[in-house]
């Protein structure tokens, strides 16, 4: 699976921001999609994952009720809308991929990965 990222930026704290994650792959082998952030200095962490059908979600408790993650079954394209951003949400974004159909937040199981979008939050 290739993974291309876009809509990152610059936003205001409490502002909002959609990020998009286009995939393209040789195989009609369903995968799960998921989003990861890593801040400057920090280790790489899971933001929320959703299933081949985006029938199944899971969000970290960091951003659960602010960030929604949704996916267009047969378009190969997910999003992840931000809202109420803070501070603590500045990192880069990366989409990730893995053939298979359990929602996960385990870092090693997606074998994909795009190359990261900047989200920046400013107080």
């Known amino acids: 699976v290739q993974l291309v990222e876009s809509g990152g930026g610059l936003v205001q704290a409490g502002g909002s921001l959609r990020l998009s994650c286009a995939a393209s792959?040789?195989?009609?082998?369903?995968?799960?999609m998921g989003w990861f952030r890593q801040a400057p200095g920090q280790e790489r962490e899971f933001v929320a994952a959703?299933?081949?059908?985006?029938?199944?979600?899971y969000y970290a408790d960091s951003v659960k009720g602010r960030f929604t993650i949704s996916r267009e079954y047969g378009k190969n394209t997910m999003w992840l809308q931000m809202n109420s951003l803070n501070s603590a949400d500045t990192a880069d974004y990366y989409c990730?991929?893995?053939?298979?159909?359990?929602?996960?937040?385990?870092?090693?199981?997606?074998?994909?990965w795009g190359q990261g979008t900047l989200v920046t939050v400013s107080s």
């Open positions: 990730a991929a893995y053939y298979g159909l359990m929602v996960v937040a385990a870092t090693e199981k997606y074998a994909y």
């Open positions: 792959t040789r195989t009609l082998n369903p995968y799960v």
């Open positions: 959703i299933s081949w059908n985006g029938a199944s979600t």
